[in-house]
């Protein structure tokens, strides 16, 4: 059998990385299914680690960790023959979400071991690659804040403190952006790019949003005020925001965003990119270990 190669953020989800690992090692132990494991230091190891696992000729390579972690073990088997497959290891792991993957470790092995290969679309902002959601405007504040509670607490809390202190700060901006070549101009609060349907732990930003079908789901928010947002943000965790009067959605494969003040672009999670900015689908570009159908 071939062995699986497994690249662990030991501190993703406040060490939820490590303990994600030290199940899936028991399962594999148990069925006396060969693997490899190493771990990651820092930022960016995972790109050298997964890099160095393509050329070495690894085949299945299993990232453990959160979306971070995933984008940047995927974005070096783009293209190329490897499959990857996902345990969910940190605090929102919503690309797992995205791909049906439980957080149940045993059940998430057992997809890993079934070995049902589907390939997945991946998106490029500028050249950086993603695989969920990128964003601009009020998903940016939250993980700044989020990253400064993260520093002192663990779990979710991090991310409700984030979202509140993104409200207290709430902000608009004006974007030009173009959808397939249509040009538009509005005052925005929030613009996402979704190849999945969640971002921000679980928030249901693009419910229409599929993950292989060759395009990206569009969300954007007009300036409104803080009541009103506050009023709106319980639809968007639930999904039933798409109707709401302030909400703008769209299709397309390829997105560009010029705003009249340099923004910064959020890739699953991470603070990549500034505008201006271009969002391109690379369709089925990535290929998984997932369950046949989601």
């Known amino acids: 059998m071939e062995r699986f190669y497994c690249i662990v953020n030991p501190v993703a989800g406040s060490g939820k990385g490590k303990r994600s690992f030290l199940a899936l ?3 594999f132990e148990r069925e006396n299914i060969p693997y490899q494991v190493v ?32 984008r940047e073990a995927a974005g070096e088997l783009l293209h190329t ?8 290891g940190g605090s929102g792991n919503d690309l797992c979400t995205a791909l049906g993957i439980p957080d149940d470790i045993e059940r998430a092995a057992r997809i890993l071991l079934e070995g049902h290969v589907r390939p997945i ?20 504040q939250v993980l700044y804040k ?11 809390l991090p991310y409700f403190l984030g979202i509140l202190g993104a409200l207290i700060h709430l902000n608009a901006f004006k974007i030009k952006f173009t959808i397939d070549g249509e040009g538009r101009i509005m005052n925005t609060i929030l613009f996402c ?16 949003a599929n993950i292989g079908d060759g395009k990206f789901c569009v969300c954007a ?15 968007f965790i639930k999904g039933r925001h ?13 997105i560009t965003v010029e705003a009249d003040k340099e923004c910064i672009v959020e890739l699953d999670g991470e603070l990549l990119e500034r505008t201006p900015v271009t969002f391109r689908i690379l369709p089925g570009a990535l290929r998984v270990l997932a369950p046949q159908e989601v």
């Not at 798409?242 to 390829?254: D, F, L, Q, R, W």
């Open 25 to 27: 090692k028991a399962v």
């Open 242 to 254: 798409t109707t709401k009067k302030p909400v703008h959605i769209y299709e397309g494969s390829v």
């Open 39 to 70: 771990y990651s230091a820092a930022p960016g190891h995972i790109q050298e680690l997964a890099r160095a696992a393509v050329a070495a000729g690894e085949r299945k390579i299993v990232c453990i960790g959160g979306d971070g972690s995933m």
């Open 193 to 208: 790019v979704a190849n999945g349907q969640r971002f921000g732990g679980g928030m249901l930003v693009a419910p229409e």
């Open 146 to 156: 989020t990253e400064f509670y993260k520093k002192r607490l663990n779990g979710m």
């Open 221 to 235: 928010v007009d300036k409104v005020s803080l009541f009103t947002f506050l009023h709106l943000l319980p639809s």
């Open 121 to 140: 679309d991946a998106g490029l902002a500028n050249r950086t690659p993603f695989f969920n959601v990128s964003g601009l405007g009020f998903d940016v």
């Open 81 to 88: 023959e490897a499959v990857l497959g996902l345990i969910p």
